[in-house]
């Protein structure tokens, strides 16, 4: 039994992925993050978790939420709302974020079916050096808060600390997350029929290189 949270702010101009301006305006930054979302939403909605939640930083959540229950982030840095998160849980869980619209049901599938009791924790490492989804057997947030985040060591390090408690770690595929507009490209071109590449397509906003794709 696994309680299934995303982790996301309301998409508001100014507020969300702020690294895609220029060369999108902040309006088509925020449009992008919420298809993001969304797309995560959907790609997860069918898995069999006990409970569903979307860990929410803001007022009004998406419509593609319906079914998740509501979980306000605490305030403090990303280590501190993470760890806060797992501690509200009192079973296996796993978390993942907003910036992976390119996910889906089967890329998780295992954390659902194949946890076996030799297995305590899984890991899902960014190719940006973080981290995009943390599964835990007993979901202690003292085994994320402190790691700092959003830095190039930040997915070696959270691994550390999960090995340094005895945990026995399980992988699952690295993923690009979404932070420059060349991530957007990528995943764009990973998941072409999602509402994450439409949305993009829409925006004809070429890639960091110069070149349009």
Same mark, same amino acid.
């Given at each position: 039994m696994t309680i299934l949270v995303v982790i996301a702010k309301e998409c508001l101009p100014g507020k969300v992925k702020t690294r895609l301006h220029p060369p999108l305006s902040l309006?088509?930054?925020?449009?992008?993050a919420a298809a993001s979302l969304d797309d995560t939403l959907r790609a997860v909605s069918s898995l069999p978790a006990? #409970? #569903?939640?979307?860990? *929410?930083?803001?007022?009004? !959540?998406?419509?593609?939420?319906? &079914?998740f229950e509501?979980?306000?982030?605490? @305030?403090?840095?990303?280590?501190? #709302?993470l760890a806060a998160i797992f501690d509200h849980c009192d079973e296996q869980t796993v978390?993942? %974020?907003?910036?992976?619209?390119?996910?889906?049901?089967?890329?998780?599938? !295992?954390? *659902?079916?194949?946890?076996t009791d030799d297995v305590?924790?899984?890991f899902g490492f960014a190719d940006d050096g &973080? *981290?995009?989804?943390?599964?835990?057997?007993?979901p202690q947030?003292?085994?994320? #808060?402190?790691?700092?985040?959003s830095q190039g060591d930040t997915g070696a390090r959270q691994l550390e600390r999960l090995r340094g408690a005895g945990l026995r770690v399980a992988f699952l595929p690295t993923l690009t997350d979404v932070d420059t507009i060349?991530?957007?490209?990528?995943?764009?071109?990973? @998941?072409?029929?999602? %509402? *994450?590449?439409r949305v993009l397509a829409t925006m004809l906003v070429p890639s960091e290189n110069g070149t349009t794709r």
């Open positions: 309006t088509q930054a925020a449009e992008l006990t #409970r #569903r939640i979307l860990a *929410f930083d803001g007022i009004v !959540p998406p419509g593609a939420a319906a &079914g509501i979980l306000p982030q605490v @305030a403090g840095g990303l280590d501190e #709302r978390l993942i %974020g907003m910036d992976t619209p390119q996910v889906t049901s089967a890329l998780l599938e !295992p954390v *659902f079916t194949d946890w305590d924790a899984w &973080g *981290f995009w989804a943390l599964a835990l057997a007993d947030g003292d085994l994320i #808060r402190g790691i700092p985040m060349d991530d957007a490209h990528t995943v764009a071109g990973i @998941a072409p029929d999602g %509402g *994450f590449a």
